[in-house]
């Protein structure tokens, strides 16, 4: 096949390769809706370019120097950061700034949804899901549980379902409880409470 050709392989690796490590790595930090082959194909290219622009710098330095005939060890090191450790550190940089509030003034925050927004931080809940038919389910939402991103539809599992006392507070779990899990098509609402491990005189949980 002609794209395995030496030189075409070469200009596949050095124009596809870095963007489309950085494309992933952003993916994965910020969760989007997928798009198609040819987008992300094109995309990767872009971001490619983008890379070796910010790295115009040291690859002068090493095409000045000839460093694959001096140090050819150094030289693989440093395609190595060129082609896959640059890439991956401005996805970080890139995600780092568009949530600073100076960028976020011109700039909406990266992440879409606040489902995703809160979810990603990976803290621990105590929460409240209120159903559609008006009935409430309270629960632990903390290492064991799992909360779905995008692009796939919202659905929670919390690993421990709670009692609610009349006061509305968390009273304690329900008997051998093993968790539920929660579509996003039946809820209205879900309630946040910090998570505390305190109890009061009466065994029943702090919120």
Not at 25 to 36: A, G
Not at 193 to 201: E, K, P, R, S, V
């Amino acid at each position: 096949m002609e794209i395995w050709e030496t030189n075409k392989l070469l200009l596949f690796i050095g124009f596809v390769i870095p963007g489309f490590v950085s494309l992933k790595t952003y993916n994965l930090l910020v969760p989007s809706e997928s798009k198609d082959s040819a987008s992300q194909v094109m995309e990767a290219v872009a971001y490619s370019c983008v890379n070796y622009a910010l790295l115009i710098g040291p690859i002068y330095w090493v095409d000045s120097n000839m460093l694959w005939i001096s140090h050819p060890r150094l030289y693989v090191a440093f395609c190595v950061i060129a082609l896959l450790i640059a890439p991956i550190g401005w996805a970080l940089l890139y995600k780092t700034l568009r949530e600073t509030q100076f960028v976020r003034r011109a700039f909406p925050h990266p992440t879409a949804k606040p489902w995703d927004y809160v979810f990603g931080k990976g803290d621990s809940y105590w929460m409240i899901v209120t159903l559609k038919d008006g009935s409430k389910i309270a629960g632990r939402y903390d290492t064991e549980s799992f909360a779905s991103s995008a692009p796939s539809h919202e659905q929670l599992y919390l690993e421990e379902t709670w009692v609610l006392n009349d006061d509305g507070g968390f009273e304690r779990p329900r008997a051998d409880t093993a968790g539920i899990m929660i579509l996003s098509d039946e809820m209205v609402t879900i309630e946040f409470f910090n998570m505390t491990y305190g109890a009061n005189d009466d065994g029943s949980q702090e919120t």
